[in-house]
């Protein structure tokens, strides 16, 4: 067997439900001189039959197969790191168990890092796609569940964007640069009860870091399935008070991403200062605050916004002065390896 010049990567956990479509998409792929490719699925501790779902639906052949891996760390940040180490392609292509990608997908996301060398990945554009009605307030936050046009735009002076991992290509070469700087994820995200997210913003801020940029391109497209639950402006409260607390983690990146990238000067991190500072912005709209608590208030930005500065807050607070301990490690860490 040839080795793939693509691997798809998927994590899943108790993803049967969905599976059989992503499946289903997967087998209908358009491929290219009928390139090779593998499908590396990491069963992030599954406790259904998800494994079976995908041996049973994905179609193999003698260019088509398909490996599956195991992470026993809980949390999408373990599974996506463990998976990237283990693909062979020179190409990588993430595909969510929610995500059913369209025929040319796969097309598309080649032609696009083939044409731009210096690319380390390129985004996609997502469509929600859901068996329940989708609410009217979604379109105002659909870039929260990694739905819609990616906006890449930036001043000179601003870092730059990174893009979403669902239905995304990658560069495998940028990729093993980025692991290599040996960087054990802050954001493990999701995991149990957690709402903390991020853990592809980080392995693309380390790309950033390794000198790839991104890029978006609107032509690779997927749907991606929204079940009931994620359509409620409860859980979308709730998903607001882990992106908070995710920020808290981007920021240590985005400084030294701008002292490296843009060449401002390193300043001391001092976590009491930065947890005056979410108090003072949580309590800058208690009325939003309140809001977020109390019915009848689905789509207005200011509980957004309160959640999400509530989590930013609680995360400073609960870690207090480790977060500037994981700051100066990780400034350090990466300066060296980026000098070596």
């Not at 964007?161 to 994820?185: H, M, N, T, Y």
């Amino acid at each position: 067997m040839k080795p793939p010049i693509v691997s798809i990567l998927s994590c899943v956990y108790n993803g049967a439900s969905e599976l059989p479509q992503a499946m289903q998409c997967l087998n209908a792929l358009e491929r290219p001189n009928d390139l090779p490719i593998e499908l590396l699925v990491v069963d992030n501790n599954s406790t259904d039959d998800s494994v079976s779902q995908i041996q049973n639906k994905f179609i193999q052949n003698d260019r088509t197969f398909l490996r599956i891996i195991h992470e026993k760390r809980q949390g999408a940040g373990w599974a996506t790191r463990t998976g990237l180490k283990a693909c062979r392609g020179e190409f990588i292509a993430i595909m969510d168990q929610d995500n059913w990608v369209r025929p040319d997908w796969l097309t598309a996301g080649l032609a696009a890092l083939q044409a731009d060398k210096k690319l380390g990945g390129v985004g996609s554009l997502n469509h929600a796609v859901s068996k329940s009605k989708i609410p009217p307030w979604f379109d105002r936050y659909q870039s929260n569940f990694a739905v819609g046009p990616q906006k890449m735009e930036h001043a000179p002076e601003a870092l730059p964007p990174v893009i979403w991992s669902a239905g995304c290509f990658l560069r495998a070469e940028a990729v093993k640069q980025a692991l290599a700087l040996d960087i054990e994820p802050l954001m493990v995200s999701r995991a149990g009860k957690s709402m903390l997210a991020g853990d592809d913003t980080e392995t693309f801020m380390l790309m950033q870091l390794c000198g790839w940029r991104f890029s978006y391109d609107p032509r690779i497209q997927i749907d991606h399935f929204m079940p009931e639950k994620r359509l409620k402006w409860r859980y979308y409260l709730r998903m607001r008070e882990g992106n908070g607390r995710t920020a808290v983690y981007v920021d240590i990146y985005r400084r030294i991403l701008a002292e490296i990238l843009l060449g401002k000067r390193g300043q001391d991190y001092q976590w009491h200062h930065e947890l005056q500072k979410a108090r003072s912005a949580l309590l800058s709209d208690p009325l939003g605050l309140l809001a977020a608590t109390i019915p009848g208030f689905e789509g207005n930005n200011r509980p957004a916004l309160a959640m999400s500065r509530w989590g930013a807050y609680w995360e400073r607070r609960d870690q207090g002065a480790e977060l500037e301990k994981i700051y100066n490690s990780l400034r350090k860490k990466v300066l060296n390896k980026l000098g070596d």
